[in-house]
Every structure is written in structure tokens, then in C-alpha cells.
């Protein structure tokens, strides 16, 4: 196995570089036999379905959503490596059936009540996604006839899995997770201003919101437009570190909603960030939108200390990130997971995400081909946990992007955390009246441009408005004739 990924890797390298005599970037797609993948993931119990009689074998999938996430893809991108084995192990065919971002909640209504509905689209828990509204509306139907969470293959996800069941259905299919948000730095800035490397700092168990708040404040100075703390993600970050969110679901209870307003880490994150408003050391105080309408502005030219966003904005074409973040060919760029709250349990978190096309699948309402799109979702499974797939992906994060070893143990650790852990805001698909007293209950400190209100204030003005319709969510989860 060494030797054939050995042997893979080198052809890699040679069409990464071949042509004109100098380096020249090119899209390369895989065609990776299964073979000797199956092997080692078999020794470890791991399997794929058996060719000749899984169900969905040698079936069309329809795929619904505004972009195709498997026939199509951008220069340097090691692709398809799921959706070759669906095609070639299995005989399986793709439709994409395409919408856009602004119209596809409308559009796939008009398919389901036309009576022609595709079979799967990307899951999550965001508003273009599907939990819980599309499975109480619906939309969605549970997956639980298709994936086995007690097999090898999947059983690693059941813990995650459970945070999308309604009366006993899961209504996701969840096949891996990543960390939402690392805290991105520039490793020049960081050392000009005399600071420890926050990635130091985690390694000692020393990265805390103290350490943070210090570094920031002694940064920021609005008069020389310097401001420590951007990214589209930071008004949460404190939060979320706790390992706490405002709506939280009770396993032991039904997985019932209920708030946790009351939580006294929540508190904590929220009278801290109150204090980083208050010392003028966030950038986007008058609403979200970033410095010059572009992420990571100001990074490069040391305005912006610390930037809080998914490290995947890191997987762009190397021109691209250093005009905007830092010298690639430098290490200048680096990440750490967010800080951690000295007062609590001692514990890092990071907030799991599921938003992508390998993270989760939802199987549409009334699908011709439910077993086929259960079967993609396998292929891709497999392909996540593939240690060939691994490798060559943690290769071209180094020869096509630049990732240091350093990053690629940093972005190991964060998954870690983020699977140790399991936190993550399932606020993004609610009732309409729900998700807006959520919002306030976070902008109302971070944006607005005007005076942040304290966290007591939120509450009393927002809290019992808030249990209230989480107790019609609650209703709603529980009422048989919606599902």
C-alpha cells in the first residue's frame, strides 16, 4: 500500500509541475481504484456494499442544488474520488438538477408538489439546508431505511447523527464533520507586535480568552484603522468556545429544544465580548460586512490581528490568498482553534460543520431513488475515511497550496476537537419567528452601529419571547400528521 501511494503521489507531483518547463498548476482527477483501500479498511472492519447486489447499484441519481459538486471543479482540485467509485464500482449514473442559491427553497417545492422531486442535496443545518424545517415541513424524509448507524462504516457518526432525529428518524445523512471556525493569524504581524504564537500558546495549554483579550486590546487603536478581531464568524466565537449555544436539544428528553440563555458560560462569552466591543477591538461593529467587502482584508498589511473563519478559505489558489492574507511561500499564515474560557471546564471546542458536499445528504420527500443516493453517500463516506485519499489530499494542500506541516497538524487537532466534542449552532434552519429573536439575542451585542446592549439586557428583553417559541418548535416536532 505504501508503494502504490508512493508510486500515485509521484505521478502527481509530475502532472502538477509538467509543461513549459516551470511549475504550472492543472486540475487532476482521480481515478483511484478501490482495491487497495478496501483491503485496510477491512482488516478494520470497514467495508462498501457488494457490488453485485447493493441496493441502487447501476441507478441514475438525481442531485439537487445550485452548483454540481461532482462533474464539476476549479484548477488544482484532487476531485471525484466518491463519485468515481459510485460510477465505476457500482455502474451508477448523475443528473444534476440545477437551481440557485436565492430560488432553491421555492424550486424544489415546485418539483415535490409537480411530483417529480430529485433524490438528495447537500444537509446542514444552515437556511438553505434541512434541519429541522425541511423535515417538519416535509421536505426531507428519514434516512433510516438506507443507512445503518450501527455498521462499521457509518458508525463513527451516530453520536452526530442523533442531533437530527425527530420521533426516533434520523433525517441526516452524516458523513463527516470539520471544525466551522479556526482564529487565522499572520505569523509576521504576530511577531512584530513581540506576541506568543497562539499555536504555541494551544500546544502548552495556554491559549485562553485572557491571553486573546490581552492581545487584542494592546493591537487595536481605531485611530490608526487598527482593529484586532474580523471575520464573519467572530460575534459567535465566545459562544461557542464554551461548548454551549442558545438553543440546545436534550437527548434525555426526547431531543426536545429548549434555551440555555441561563448558562453561565454563555455569560461569560457574552460579558467578554461585550468588553472587546467596549475596547474598540472589532472591525465590524456597524454589521457584518468585512473590511473593503473582502475576507481577510487588512491581515496582510497587519490592520487585522485575528481573523475568524473556516480554514478552508485557505484551499484558493496561492496568488489569491497571499495578495490578501500573507506570504504563503513565507509560512506567514497560521491558524489556532478559538481560545478556551479559563473559568470552565478546561476543555477547547470548536463548532462542528456539516455544510458541505462531504460533510451531509438529505434524502428528498417522495425520491424515485432513495437507495442510490444512500449509496453515493456511502462512496463518499468511504473515500473521507480512505487513508490514499488522505495522504494524497494532505499532499496537494502542500505542493498546491502551500500548507506547511504545521498547518496540517493544526487542521488535525481542530477536527479532533470539533469530533470530541460534539457542538455545533442549530439555529440555521428555524421558524421564521424563532431564528429572528435568536439573531437579536447575538447582533444586538456584535452589530447594529450603536451602543452594544449587555447580555442581562438581551434577556430581559428577548428571553421569555424566546422560550415561547421554542415551545411551538417543540410542538411541531411532536406532531405526527407534519412528519
Known amino acids: 500500500m505504501k508503494r502504490f501511494i508512493a508510486l500515485f503521489l509521484a505521478i502527481l507531483t509530475l502532472a502538477a509541475v509538467t509543461g513549459c518547463g516551470k511549475k504550472k498548476r492543472v486540475p487532476v482527477e482521480l481515478t483511484l481504484s478501490t482495491e487497495d483501500s478496501e483491503a485496510i479498511l477491512r482488516a478494520a472492519g470497514v467495508t462498501l456494499p457488494d457490488a453485485e447486489t447493493a441496493p441502487g447499484a447501476g441507478t441514475m441519481v438525481q442531485w439537487f442544488g445550485w452548483s454540481d459538486p461532482y462533474q464539476a471543479y476549479s484548477e488544482s482540485e484532487i476531485v471525484n474520488t466518491g463519485f468515481w467509485t459510485f460510477k465505476e464500482k457500482y455502474n451508477c449514473t448523475f443528473d444534476f438538477v440545477e437551481t440557485t442559491f436565492q430560488n432553491n427553497q421555492d424550486d424544489l417545492a415546485n418539483l415535490i408538489m409537480a411530483g417529480t422531486p430529485p433524490d438528495c442535496m447537500t444537509g446542514g443545518t444552515n437556511s438553505t439546508a434541512s434541519f429541522p424545517m425541511k423535515a417538519i415541513k416535509g421536505v426531507s424524509q428519514a434516512v433510516d431505511p438506507y443507512i445503518n448507524y450501527d455498521d462499521p462504516l457509518w458508525s463513527p457518526m451516530k453520536s452526530i447523527a442523533e442531533n437530527f432525529v425527530i420521533n426516533g428518524k434520523h433525517y441526516q445523512i452524516c458523513m463527516q464533520t470539520k471544525p466551522a471556525n479556526v482564529v487565522v493569524y499572520n505569523r509576521r504581524v504576530v511577531g512584530e507586535w513581540g506576541f506568543d504564537e497562539p499555536a504555541e500558546l494551544y500546544y502548552n495549554d495556554e491559549w485562553t480568552w485572557d491571553k486573546f483579550f490581552d492581545m487584542c486590546v494592546e493591537f487595536s487603536d481605531p485611530d490608526a484603522d487598527r482593529f484586532a478581531l474580523d471575520g464573519y464568524a467572530w460575534a459567535g466565537m465566545f459562544t461557542e468556545s464554551t461548548g454551549q449555544m442558545f438553543l440546545m436539544r436534550d437527548p434525555d428528553n426526547g431531543y426536545k429544544y429548549y434555551s440555555n440563555l441561563d448558562s453561565p458560560e454563555i455569560e461569560r462569552g457574552m460579558q467578554y465580548l461585550y468588553d472587546l466591543i467596549k475596547n474598540s477591538c472589532t472591525y465590524a461593529q456597524g454589521g457584518w460586512t468585512p473590511r473593503d467587502d473582502t475576507f481577510g482584508a487588512g491581515m496582510k498589511e497587519g490592520k487585522c490581528l485575528f481573523y475568524v473563519i473556516g480554514e478552508s478559505f485557505f484551499q484558493h489558489p496561492v496568488d489569491e490568498v497571499e ?38 445528504m438529505i434524502l428528498i420527500n417522495g425520491a424515485k431513488n432513495p437507495e442510490g443516493a444512500a449509496l453515493l453517500a456511502a462512496c463518499v463516506r468511504f473515500k473521507v ?48 419567528n424563532l431564528q429572528q429573536v435568536h439573531s437579536r439575542l447575538g447582533d444586538s451585542i456584535a452589530h447594529g452601529g450603536r451602543e452594544p446592549s449587555s447580555w442581562a ?23 405526527p400528521d407534519v412528519l
Open 385 to 432: 475515511i480512505d487513508p490514499t485519499v488522505i495522504a494524497i489530499n494532505n499532499r496537494m494542500l502542500k505542493d498546491t497550496y502551500l500548507w506547511t506541516d504545521e498547518m496540517l497538524e493544526m487542521s488535525d487537532e481542530c477536527k479532533r476537537i470539533a469530533d470530541e466534542h460534539i457542538v455545533f449552532d442549530a439555529s440555521g434552519n428555524l421558524p421564521d
Open 323 to 360: 495578495a490578501i492574507w500573507g506570504d504563503m511561500h513565507q509560512s506567514e499564515i497560521m491558524f489556532a482553534p478559538l481560545p478556551r474560557d479559563e473559568n470552565g471546564d478546561g476543555n477547547y471546542y470548536i463548532s462542528s460543520s456539516f455544510e458541505d458536499v462531504k460533510g451531509s
Open 457 to 479: 439586557q438581551l434577556k430581559e428583553q428577548y428571553a421569555e419571547t424566546f422560550e415561547y417559541y421554542i415551545e411551538e418548535l417543540n410542538a411541531s416536532l411532536e406532531n
